[in-house]
């Protein structure tokens, strides 16, 4: 048995320094830090997301679940008057481990009312320059670099299109889904390969089916979401959205997610009814961001494998 | 045979794909923070001894593979098989060509191999990493000529051909390391 951590000292030094630098910028841009409950009664409904659930103990009247994210409560500071915040979080994700996942992990998450996504994403640069040093920055849809990288137009193509595109480049043997799946797999497999000698690449306007909970908006006779991901050295580190604030529109995602997890046998998760309650009663227009602290860690020191940068992997707690 | 999903995917498991047994090499963990999740996985045919890399959405399963690696000793060759023995068992196995493939450049009678069996007979054969052979056929050894670089072919008693040092003669022999067919040195005198 190795007792011994999976990460140098040298790296936890690095992580510790990295988190002061965090802290410092939000400090002086008059962001609150706050610290939201770990674990909640109320699940992640996104069928991409499973959470590790706890289901013992004298003080759980139900099981409750490992926060996948600290979104939904920290939504509800929002509505509640907090103003710009952000939570340096661990979050928890059931079967995600591999040389960048771990299934604990830590995750910085801000808010900031009154921004657009494209606002946010100035922001997120300049962090992570604070963080990083200077670095290049791009900036492109995903439609254009989709059109750039694999010569077909993500928001039009068919699902054969998808397909024939995926399997021309790799051996995928019977695998089946749709579209989002297809899009999935070649935006992992031959778009981010691609960006991996770029410094921060921004992708922005995804397929309106991959919305998530950010808005959606008509851009050039295409639903596009207002939403972005970071890459950096292909490496994607952040996602965020031009928030949804209509509680109705919520709800009608939640009820979605759920009809997609029962048609892939998945379990139903009850709806957070705080967080449309807090929705309903009028959260600030806003934009929000989730990164990866552990990520961000790898490409300060410059390792390829997430457990070298946390004290405990998986494997060792 | 049991069920392996992707995330029990290690380095070292044999799968059944396509119809083929496989060795698992690599076995990688991608997914899209919001999206679908999927294993890129390197496998090595073991029939063929090609190398494939296979997508598959996470928690798919493949059928685990008969498939056992067994030191034996390798006894002889009829020229069409060769043929190994289970020590503990004296159990008997005759692996074709296509089995031992270019381990037969190495195989030393009563020497230990690794041989893979699939459904019960040798589908690989493995040779010792190192040997020590008979030179049965060089050039004449040039006496003295120890410090100078320089090199030429010899025949060992399996047929390999490797490059040695210019002053070594035939009937020496000689350590080789089989996976690059490099000589050594000289074995040690026993």
Redesign the interface.
């Known amino acids: 048995m190795n007792w011994r951590p999976s990460a140098a000292i040298e790296e936890l030094r690095a992580r510790a320094g990295l988190l002061a630098r965090i802290r410092a910028f939000f400090a002086s841009r008059d962001v609150l830090e706050v610290e939201t409950p770990l674990l909640c009664s109320r699940g992640v409904t996104?069928p991409?997301?499973e959470p590790l659930c706890v289901d013992r103990g004298n003080s759980l009247g139900a099981p409750r679940f490992l926060q996948t994210s600290p979104e939904y409560a920290m939504k509800r500071l929002l509505a509640a008057g907090s103003g710009p915040i952000y939570q340096l979080a661990r979050a928890f994700r059931d079967?995600?481990?591999?040389?960048?996942?771990n299934p604990e992990f830590s995750l910085l998450e801000w808010y900031r009312p009154g921004l657009d996504h494209h606002q946010l994403m100035t922001e997120v640069a300049e962090l992570v320059t604070h963080c990083l040093g200077p670095q290049s920055v791009e900036y492109h849809t995903y439609r254009d670099l989709f059109r750039a990288e694999l010569g077909l137009d993500p928001l039009t193509a068919t699902v054969n299109q998808l397909q024939d595109r995926a399997r021309e480049s790799?051996?995928?043997?019977s695998?089946s889904?749709d579209r989002?799946?297809w899009?999935?797999?070649l935006?992992?497999?031959l778009v981010e390969p691609a960006l991996a000698d770029r410094g921060l690449c921004f992708v922005y306007d995804y397929p309106a089916s991959?919305a998530?909970l950010a808005r959606v908006e008509e851009k050039e006779g295409q639903f596009v979401a207002q939403r972005f991901?970071l890459y950096v050295r292909g490496m994607?580190i952040a996602?965020g959205y031009c928030e949804l604030t209509d509680a109705s529109e919520q709800r009608r995602r939640f009820v979605a997610d759920n009809r997609r997890r029962s048609d892939c046998g998945q379990a139903q998760r009850p709806l957070d009814e705080w967080l449309l309650s807090a929705l309903e009663s009028g959260m600030p227009a806003c934009s929000g961001v989730?990164l990866?602290v552990d990520r961000l860690l790898m490409l300060a020191t410059g390792k390829t494998d997430i457990r070298q940068v946390l004290a405990f992997d998986w494997a060792r707690c | 045979m049991a069920n392996y999903s992707t995330?029990e995917f290690r380095s070292g498991l044999k799968v059944m794909?396509?119809g083929e047994p496989c060795s698992i090499l690599d076995n990688?963990?991608?997914?899209?923070?919001?999206?679908?999740?999927?294993n890129?996985v390197k496998l090595r045919n073991l029939n063929t001894g090609r190398v494939?890399?296979?997508?598959?959405?996470?928690?798919e399963s493949l059928e685990g593979a008969d498939v056992m690696d067994r030191t034996m000793e390798y006894l002889y060759t009829d020229g069409e098989f060769w043929y190994f023995m289970e020590p503990d068992t004296f159990e008997q196995y005759q692996a074709d060509a296509k089995a031992v493939g270019d381990a037969h450049l190495w195989l030393k009678e009563q020497e230990r191999c690794e041989v893979t069996l699939y459904n019960d007979s040798p589908l690989s054969v493995a040779p010792p990493n190192f040997v020590e052979l008979e030179i049965t056929e060089t050039d004449p050894g040039l006496k003295g000529d120890t410090a100078q670089g320089g090199s030429k072919p010899a025949t060992l008693s399996t047929g390999a051909v490797v490059k040695v040092p210019l002053f070594l003669s035939e009937g020496e022999v000689i350590r080789v390391d089989t996976r690059t067919g490099e000589y050594q040195g000289r074995a040690s005198k026993s």
């Open positions: 996104d991409a997301i079967g995600e481990a591999g040389s960048r996942h790799l051996d995928v043997g695998l889904g989002d799946m899009l999935d797999l935006m992992s497999h991959q998530a991901e994607e996602n989730a990866g | 995330n794909l396509d990688e963990f991608v997914k899209p923070g919001k999206g679908q999740a999927f890129r494939w890399e296979r997508t598959f959405k996470s928690g």
